[in-house]
């Protein structure tokens, strides 16, 4: 997943799970894709996305393409922020 992810450019991830990867981390250097996402990358991360009331709106729609936009809460010294996350269609 890490190689996926980095060799298809990716600008940032989202998953509608507690946790965007598995938990224990099968890894063989032990690192979790947190640490090449966040850490190594500077790529945001989504967690707990509503993706189903998404496709829903994309079926409804007929639409499969829209602009997604998510501006983070500015918080001083904030390590983590709600997603505040809109499609655009």
Do not use: I
């Amino acid at each position: 997943m890490v190689d996926w992810l980095h060799d298809s450019y990716f600008s940032a991830v989202a998953g509608d799970a507690p946790s965007f990867e598995a938990w224990p981390t099968m890894r063989k250097d032990g690192k979790m894709l947190h640490e090449f996402v966040l850490a190594l990358w500077g790529m945001p991360l989504g967690e707990m996305f509503d993706l189903e009331k998404l496709a829903e709106t994309c079926r409804r729609k007929g639409r499969w393409t829209f602009f997604f936009s998510s501006a983070p809460a500015n918080v001083k010294g904030g390590v983590s922020s709600h997603a505040n996350a809109q499609a655009f269609f």
